[in-house]
């Protein structure tokens, strides 16, 4: 792929704005904090790690699932003390929420609506409030959630799972291919939730939770949290912090269409190209995937939709380590991922994006850092795949 | 069947899907159909989903559809199906196209129910299925599917 240096500095890249900081919490079971303080933590820890305080911040993120007010940033940011504030922004995607933040943030550092923008997610689903899921129903929610058949956010992926095995010959072996990775790097994690390498025998003997998935194609359940800062250029050239580029991003909805759905694809079809087209970049010239991993079959499917394999090519395209770092074709999830590493607040769109920093800026974990990593890709898939799902992609670029 | 729990899950009957569910209680399976341009929806909806027109009528479907997918739920989700695992949901595209989502009825050839939810006898794709309406506990009908010869009478 050395091909690729000599064209990046050709790419029509967004250099407005720069991911400047990133901090994951290194807690998984957090029963003596509260969901704030857990915002607080990783605000102070992505801000330390970019050089800058609290005081900086004109520009805060989070998502609906923040404690407080109304839900959204108002009273966590009566909490941080940000007083000094010209934009803000919940925008709700599930899970894929902290991606289209980090993009925003971009877009309205771009636009000279604020120089230092910080972007917190925490959660406690492990020891305190459990969000979704096992919940009562709303009252608004239509038929088509239908957990009144005792269907359930899994349940649409098992759907998914099995189509895509009738029409594609997928195997449940090929998904485990993709435990089996995300395992091994966990292994590398010594904040993993889950620290032993499974093999492929291992995930299919697993129980059962919604057939054809095993409890070891879900992702784990995690208290934690973490902050990601972009800042401008400006910003970003007084601090003593290597930046990572923000080089294309892209966003897009699949939604309940009326009940004219197609569960073995996702809206990355859409999230993709133009995330690839304003990077200027190809499928081909990406060293690192963080891959939404809600599932493995999320997984599957984005990697086909993102074009990195064809449509139902995914289940060979994962086998023979494919995804395993460092030497593999495509190493994702090098943190181990929300499969085996973290899944804070079932939200992964944080953690996707601080991998990707560590990749790119050479502070990956020793045994995981891909040689010479220069563009990864970070893409989120929120809500549910079966009824209203949300995908956001970024292309990000070590600078040069 | 945990009767207060399961209640909790089920969705307020409003003007907008009543008709849905009187269909339901007379063991018809009812959906709108665009006045404009054709499509039927599911589920309910003030608009239609392909060209916006407000207008649409409520039709009795056939109750006809093929299996899209199917999923043997094992996990304890919810407390009201903590006694029902595991069992069988189906993903079915109607015959007017809509998918619907429901549980596999229990009189279907090859349900569940008949060996334990852990019959090796799997269904099939593209299977022809039919609605068939049972009271739930709390008298609710919802529409189920059933593989069976005599579903759907």
Same mark, same amino acid.
């Given at each position: ?90 925008? =709700? ?73 009738? =029409? ?9 291919? &993709? ?111 963080? &891959? ?8 599957? =499917? ?71 990593? =220069? ?26 | ?153």
């Amino acid at each position: 792929m050395s091909s690729r240096k000599g064209r990046m500095r050709m790419f029509n890249a967004n250099d407005a704005a720069v991911i400047i900081g990133a901090y994951e919490h290194p807690g998984r079971e957090l029963p003596d904090k509260s969901l704030a303080q857990i915002h607080a933590e990783v605000a102070i820890g992505a801000l330390a790690d970019a050089g800058l305080t609290l005081d900086d911040v004109d520009g805060y993120f989070c998502g609906h699932d923040a404690p407080g007010y109304g839900g959204g940033w108002v009273t966590m940011a009566e909490y941080l003390g940000l007083r000094d504030l010209t934009y803000m922004d919940s925008t =709700e995607s599930g899970g894929a929420s902290p991606i289209y933040h980090v993009s925003h943030a971009a877009a309205a550092i771009a636009a000279g609506k604020c120089s230092v923008a910080l972007i917190t997610l925490a959660g406690k689903p492990r020891t305190g409030i459990q969000p979704g899921g096992g919940g009562p129903a709303r009252p608004e929610d239509d038929f088509e959630t239908a957990i009144f058949t005792g269907a359930g956010l899994v349940s649409t992926y098992a759907l998914a799972a099995r189509r895509h095995m009738y =029409e594609f010959g997928t195997t449940s072996e090929q998904l485990a291919e &993709i435990k089996v990775a995300a395992s091994k790097h966990a292994s590398h994690n010594p904040n993993a939730f889950l620290q032993k390498v499974m093999t492929v025998e291992d995930v299919v003997n697993s129980p059962m939770v919604a057939d054809p998935l095993h409890r070891a194609d879900c992702c784990v359940v995690t208290d934690g949290g973490g902050a990601v800062v972009v800042v401008s250029r400006e910003v970003a050239r007084s601090l003593d912090r290597q930046p990572v580029r923000i080089m294309g991003q892209g966003e897009s909805a699949k939604l309940t269409n009326g009940g004219k759905l197609d569960l073995t694809y996702t809206s990355a079809v859409w999230s993709g190209p133009r995330a690839f087209e304003q990077a200027g970049v190809t499928p081909q010239d990406v060293d690192y995937v963080s &891959i939404y991993d809600s599932f493995t079959i999320t997984v599957l =499917e984005i990697l086909e939709d993102l074009g990195f394999c064809a449509k139902g090519e995914g289940g060979r395209f994962v086998m023979d380590g494919t995804l395993v770092a460092p030497h593999g074709r495509l190493p994702f999830n090098t943190d181990g991922g929300g499969l085996s590493n973290n899944h804070p607040g079932h939200r992964g769109g944080i953690t996707k994006t601080i991998e990707a920093v560590r990749q790119l800026r050479g502070e990956a974990n020793q045994g995981v850092q891909i040689p010479d990593c =220069e563009i990864a890709l970070v893409h989120g898939n929120g809500g549910d795949l079966g009824t209203r799902m949300r995908s956001a992609t970024m292309i990000l670029g070590r600078d040069a | 069947m945990d009767v207060a729990a399961y209640a909790k899950l089920l969705p307020d009957i409003t003007p907008r899907n009543k008709p849905f569910w009187d269909g339901c209680a007379a063991g018809e399976l009812r959906l709108q159909k665009c006045a404009d341009c054709g499509r039927y929806r599911f589920p309910d909806a003030p608009v239609c989903p392909e060209c916006l027109s407000s207008s649409a009528s409520w039709e009795t479907a056939s109750g006809a559809g093929t299996i899209w997918s199917w999923c043997t739920m094992h996990q304890k989700y919810f407390a009201a199906f903590a006694d029902e695992v595991p069992y069988r949901l189906v993903y079915v595209r109607l015959a007017e196209g809509p998918l619907v989502i429901s549980v596999l009825a229990e009189d279907s050839d090859d349900s569940a129910a008949d060996s334990g939810g852990t019959s090796s006898k799997e269904l099939r794709l593209d299977q022809p299925v039919h609605a068939v309406f049972r009271p739930r506990p709390g008298g609710r009908v919802i529409p189920q599917f059933s593989t069976g010869a005599a579903a759907g009478m």
